[in-house]
């Protein structure tokens, strides 16, 4: 533990001797605060089992019920399941958005978030730790959803070496969405409110390519939009790594959207940090 | 029966209000709807150039018949949550006194389902009427089609009333939800049942929510199908729901 | 900090908020090493704003305080390193137990790993949860909630603890058990404590001195004793057996003090020589013969003394002002 800034003496009398006490390390206060977060995430079963069931829920619908999508004229030639598989990692992803933000939200409304700020802990370190936190819960939800679907079929292109990949890029988007989690419960401080956004989130998802190639998507606003939603190149930086291999620009736009969104949602996230964690 | 009447009245009352009230839930079950509409009409569309897809009326008709339908089991379903919520509140207990004829509470929270639906189905045909959608079904036909949308609207709100009452907590959302989003969706709800292969085609041909389904497509169509099989599902399913809403209501009577 | 300063001192201190009146409108006050100091007040009145202030929460608008010798503004963390504190929410994580809560606050201040167990036992011990240690916050009653609250405030061994309404809502056993470990850590321990309470008999039993707020403003500070002297003597209410007798039972106990009497047939006489004057009423009653149903002791109270100060009754006061 680096002894780097203050360093208290905390006397009690009648006590054993007293103890001295430096600022913990960064990485001692995130992992302090990651632990924690762990730890109530995997206590709390529904929070882990619902978005491990629901998105494996759609894929197995959805994945037979559009099969009759391969039939339309340039779709391409890969089963409908192995194109749909991209879509639980998004949408897993904003399970933990919504996990990480509750769980922030209700941290401030219970009055724990100022317990936290009496502490030596850094604001960064809370923030840091909590996503830490939802990358740890974003692994397992990868991993089960990867397993899920190379077992009920699915193959992917790229092999190994690609599925390596795809885990990174999925761990990376739930990270950047965790970010967006933090951010709306640090801006608004209840849950209500980060749960509120969810079904916002959920649009984003279907107003994307998730169900179809945006070529192929017939009604030109649809199309517009699929374009212009960043969620569109998430997906489609997962997918390509199923059904197609190693595609370039694919990844580009896939792990550039993924770094953007998280760059952005935690620059947001620090500033409301900054004015949510008041202390002089 | 009076004594039913007017609880069921004050009960559906309530509900009824404090949706218009409150934009908070207003608004998600007006939204979500259209949203569906436009997602699936919008961004599947493409499906209906599929070889054997044939539906006269065109996709946003087809989509359309399932948004309906689901929105009526939806709305019932919503009732589960302020159900829930009454619970968690104390709202429920102070029903459960003051009530003369508790059987009543169940009829208002159901009327109040159907109140808050209609509210929705009329702003979902209105919207999907403007995003040109054909119906050539007449009159009759579409009087069949709110018919079943008010029958599944029904049965989805004593199943949510069912479980909310026996489970007397906001955390029976996923409960009350989870299994008529899944019946719903092992359904044909992309494409027409003769297009559905494997395991989605086997369990959506035994499925009743398929047959209201292919009914209601059938209705704005123009041709019914399974019209009366459709509603003697519904309504058989009503009935059992609604002796399941009873022993709900017996069980939150027991805990007092 | 040497033992002659104070261990909390606050020069006009203010705090404004946003289109809304000054929650604490230039508060002055200075506690020494080792005291608790009571601050007592209604709902609204400003304690937990000031608590939030002296703690590093909340950054004053204006005025100065030093908190263990160093500046609230200026010296943050220094305050922070040197206080512990229990705010009005207990504030706990309903997933995790208490040994965790213990674990994690160790963590965070900056405890060496090879201490954190023990410590964490040690204040288990210390506020009786050991039974309980492994058991989700959850469920916890209220009481054990709050013992804990106290546990993790007591981490890192702070000279100065901030309590923030402690008991409220706890039952009357809890209460008295907090009561007695916030008394031993202040008379055993050495440690100042700041309380700040809305219960009139919680300042009586434990604080040392109490300021009484109001509005924003300290309105009236001293030791209860001589808070309540100031306002007045203490009273005697006698109520005759016979209420016939009640013009014979005025005419024995006028010479003592002022009288009055009442619409219940009482006879009130304030006993401006304190209560030792007690014993001569009774004899003198006793000597004339005269028989009474009940005799009462009224002390003043700090309601007294509030209702004094401000016009209106402490306790309630809070809830008027919030209903108007």
Redesign the interface.
């Known amino acids: 533990m680096s002894s780097s800034g203050l360093t208290a003496r905390a006397a009690g009398a009648g006590g054993p001797a007293s103890i001295a006490l430096a600022t913990p390390s960064l990485v001692e206060q995130v992992g302090a605060i990651a632990r924690r977060s762990v730890i109530r995430t995997f206590r709390q079963r529904a929070l882990l089992v619902f978005p491990l069931v629901f998105p494996l829920i759609l894929f197995a619908i959805n994945g037979s019920s559009l099969t009759a999508a391969r039939k339309i004229p340039g779709f391409p030639d890969v089963s409908y399941r192995d194109f749909a598989l991209a879509v639980p990692f998004i949408q897993g992803a904003l399970f933990v958005a919504i996990t990480a933000g509750t769980d922030l939200a209700r941290d401030i409304e219970s009055g724990f978030f100022d317990r936290l700020a009496l502490t030596p802990l850094r604001g960064s370190a809370l923030l840091a730790g909590q996503l830490g936190g939802a990358v740890v819960v974003a692994c397992v939800q990868s991993l089960v959803y990867l397993g899920v679907g190379i077992a009920s079929g699915v193959g992917i292109a790229s092999g190994f070496g690609g599925a390596l990949v795809l885990l990174a890029l999925s761990i990376l988007i739930a990270f950047g969405f965790a970010g967006l989690g933090a951010l709306l419960a640090l801006r608004f401080g209840t849950g209500e409110a980060v749960q509120g956004f969810f079904p916002l989130l959920f649009v984003t998802v279907f107003l994307s390519s998730s169900s179809l190639p945006r070529n192929l998507i017939k009604a030109d606003w649809f199309r517009e939009v699929a374009t212009y939603n960043p969620v569109s190149y998430l997906i489609e930086g997962i997918r390509s790594l199923i059904i197609t291999g190693w595609d370039g620009q694919a990844l580009a736009l896939g792990f550039g959207f993924a770094l953007a969104l998280s760059a952005i949602t935690l620059s947001l996230a620090g500033t409301a940090m900054k004015n949510r964690l008041v202390r002089t | 029966m009076r004594r039913f009447y007017f609880v069921a009245r004050g009960v559906a009352w309530r509900s009824v209000h404090n949706t218009i009230a409150n934009p908070a839930i207003l608004l998600p079950s007006l939204i979500f709807p259209l949203f569906f509409l436009a997602a699936f009409a919008g961004g599947l569309s493409r499906i209906a150039d599929v070889p054997n897809f044939h539906y006269a009326p065109g996709y946003t008709a087809f989509q359309f018949a399932f948004v309906f339908l689901q929105s009526a089991a939806f709305g019932g379903v919503f009732t589960g949550f302020s159900i829930a919520r009454d619970f968690d509140s104390g709202f429920a207990r102070r029903l459960l006194v003051s009530a003369p004829q508790r059987s009543g509470i169940i009829a208002g929270y159901a009327l109040g389902a159907l109140g808050r639906w209609l509210i929705t189905a009329v702003v979902i045909t209105v919207a999907a009427l403007i995003a040109g959608m054909d119906v050539l079904g007449g009159g009759i036909e579409l009087v069949g089609l709110v018919g079943l949308g008010i029958t599944m609207n029904l049965v989805a709100a004593l199943w949510a009333c069912g479980v909310a009452m026996f489970l007397r907590t906001e955390q029976a959302g996923a409960l009350i939800q989870m299994p008529v989003f899944v019946v719903l969706f092992l359904a044909p709800v992309y494409v027409p049942l003769s297009l559905l292969t494997g395991w989605i085609h086997a369990v959506a041909r035994y499925n009743p929510a398929t047959v209201a389904l292919e009914a209601a497509r059938g209705l704005i169509a123009g041709s019914p199908v399974k019209l009366a099989l459709a509603f003697v599902l519904l309504l058989a399913g009503a009935a059992i729901m609604s002796l399941f809403a009873r022993r709900g209501l017996a069980s939150a009577e027991r805990a007092g | 900090m040497s033992s002659s300063q104070p261990a909390i001192e606050v020069e006009q201190l203010v705090r404004e908020f946003r289109k809304g009146p000054r929650a604490v409108d230039g508060i002055d006050l200075a506690v020494s090493p080792g005291e608790i100091y009571g601050f007592l007040g209604p709902n609204g009145a400003g304690k937990s704003t000031t608590v939030l202030m002296l703690?590093?929460?909340?950054?004053p608008t204006s005025g100065r305080a030093s908190v263990g010798g160093f500046d609230?503004?200026?010296q943050?963390?220094?305050?922070?390193?040197?206080?512990g504190?229990a705010?009005?929410?207990?504030?706990?994580?309903a997933?995790?137990t208490g040994r965790?809560h213990l674990m994690?606050?160790a963590?965070?201040?900056?405890?060496?790993?090879a201490?954190r167990a023990r410590?964490a036992q040690e204040l288990l011990e210390r506020v009786g949860l050991t039974e309980a240690a492994d058991r989700?916050v959850g469920g916890y009653s209220g009481g054990m909630k709050r013992r804990l609250d106290l546990a993790?405030a007591l981490v890192?061994?702070?000279?100065i603890l901030f309590l923030d309404e402690p008991t409220t809502g706890l039952d009357l056993q809890s209460r008295s058990a907090l009561w007695e470990e916030v008394a031993r850590l202040a008379h055993?321990?050495?440690?100042t404590v700041f309380l700040t309470t809305q219960y009139l008999e919680e300042a009586d039993a434990l604080a040392d001195r109490v300021g009484i707020i109001d509005h924003g403003k300290i309105v009236a500070e001293g030791t209860p004793t001589q808070l309540k002297e100031e306002i007045g003597s203490p009273t005697v209410e006698v109520v005759p057996a016979d209420q016939s007798e009640c013009d014979a039972l005025v005419a024995r106990l006028e010479s003592f003090g002022t009288l009055a009497r009442n619409g219940r047939g009482a006879v009130t006489v304030q006993l401006p020589g304190g209560e030792s004057q007690l014993a001569e009423i009774v004899r003198a009653l006793d000597q004339a013969h005269l028989k009474v149903a009940s005799l009462q002791l009224h002390q003043p109270s700090l309601d007294d003394v509030f209702l004094a100060k401000t016009g209106r009754k402490l306790e309630g006061a809070g809830e008027a002002e919030d209903e108007q």
């Open positions: 703690t590093t929460l909340l950054p609230i503004v200026r943050g963390a220094q305050v922070r390193a040197s206080i504190a705010l009005q929410e207990a504030a706990l994580d997933i995790l965790e994690l606050q963590t965070l201040q900056g405890m060496p790993k201490d410590r989700r993790l890192h061994r702070p000279r055993d321990e050495g440690m």
